[in-house]
């Protein structure tokens, strides 16, 4: 009883925290539908990553904030209509994840894992003979609240997520991922520089400061 008693005092003040977060605000006044929306925004702010004319993969898009905005990034003559922008699309943008997202007038949702020959098979369908210009990934684990647990699970996400971005992305493509500052954080920077010319780690304002979230940017494929 008294680990439920804790368990719901945690969940109350996660929250209270959580309707009291400016992000959370902003992005219900604003039509995004999490507040994720602004850590890729800052981050694209930052390193100007995203131009209109781009073809953009978001692994992981559920429930669809990075997809909301890269949308509005490329429909720059509806940027002020908030996450549901609409209008011409002057990019592509192609979000995957093993969960189901409500549509985004644009984007092209394929549900299902992207190891799957089947959707891999329709992601290229998707992209025609496109090549892919950024991989964006928010993908994180179920954390269980034990440390090497999580990190190792997270990793396997980062690896995923830089398969699929060196078998698609276009030589001197960006890969964005999330990643936990912690256990085998230093691995993933140097299987990042190995990778990319240039590494970035960012904490963006957005990621609450409890939070081990951080993100590594690689720019600039290098050639295999």
């Known amino acids: 009883m008294k680990f439920k008693t804790k368990s719901k005092k945690v969940n109350k003040a996660w929250l209270t925290d959580h309707m009291n977060d400016p992000y959370v605000k902003l992005a219900q006044r604003e039509g995004f539908r999490a507040r994720a929306a602004y850590k890729l925004k800052e981050i694209d702010e930052t390193l100007g990553l995203f131009k209109p004319g781009q073809v953009v993969v978001d692994l992981g898009s559920a429930p669809g904030a990075w997809s909301q905005y890269l949308r509005r990034k490329f429909a720059p003559k509806s940027a002020g209509t908030g996450g549901a922008a609409v209008g011409e699309l002057d990019g592509v943008i192609i979000g ?4 189901p997202m409500e549509p985004i007038e644009g984007v092209h949702f394929i549900h299902g894992d992207f190891r799957e020959e089947a959707v891999a098979a329709q992601l290229h ?14 993908m994180a684990p179920n954390l269980t609240g034990i440390e090497a647990t999580d ?10 997520a830089m398969e699929f971005a060196v078998a698609h992305l276009k030589p001197g493509g960006t890969l964005v991922t999330k990643v936990f500052h912690g256990s085998g954080y230093s691995q993933l920077v140097e299987q990042y520089r190995k990778t990319f010319r240039v590494v970035k780690p960012i904490k963006p304002k957005a990621s609450r400061d409890k939070s081990a979230e951080t993100f590594l940017v690689g720019i600039g494929l290098r050639n295999a």
């Open 96 to 99: 995957l994840d093993i969960l």
């Open 125 to 138: 369908a998707a992209l025609g003979d496109r090549v892919v210009d950024v991989v964006v990934s928010d």
């Open 151 to 160: 990190a190792a699970r997270m990793a396997h996400l980062i690896e995923l």
